[in-house]
């Protein structure tokens, strides 16, 4: 049973970071219906609900890893028989794993990118969330997230898409975190009589 992140909302979100090696178990009944329900609380401007979430856990990742290394092998030919492996293994043995599928309405008035961006949105107040509940995940994708066989395999017919996979899970090393740049690198404080510039963008940076 994993245990919540009991520190305040802010500490828990700059102490947030992905991690791929993940153990059972995965979050569950209502746990999970409230770490997706959080997805949707993402900006979503004209209200269109772009967010398809599709879950595969249990006895079922083994089939569906299968048609990603066939996803893989169309897309990337040439891509070397470990990659695909690695493919297999990871959509195979992680606890589960959650496609982002984007329903995108090409012909609306709020531009395609916007539609995507709120996707976007939902799939980190999703990390976020699993975080916050006690358990961690990454986001991955990659050019076989293109493949239309794939997609239908999905429920995602054109012009829906696909966004990425969330792999989910219990970190296996929790509290491990990746080293995160200053802030003030990538901040500016805006004046009328100053130019904009970054430290991020000095060339001896």
Known sequence: MTQAISDSPLS???GRSSTGDLIAPAPEGDVLMRILSAGLCAPDHGHLCPWRYIVITGA????FAAH????????EPDAPEKKREK?????????MIIALGM??????????IEQEMAVAAGAMNVLNALHMEGFGGVWISG???EDRPLLRHLGLKKPHRLAGFLLVGTP????KLHKRPDIADYMAIWEAEHPVTFRADEESH
């Open 143 to 145: 050019a076989f997230c």
């Open 172 to 175: 296996e090393k929790p509290g």
């Open 12 to 14: 828990a979100l700059l």
């Open 103 to 112: 329903h995108i309405r090409p012909k609306h008035k709020v531009p395609v």
């Open 60 to 63: 079922e990742r083994p089939a």
């Open 87 to 95: 493919r297999r293994t990871r959509f195979s043995e992680t606890p």
């Open 68 to 75: 990603v290394v066939e996803a893989v092998a169309r897309q």
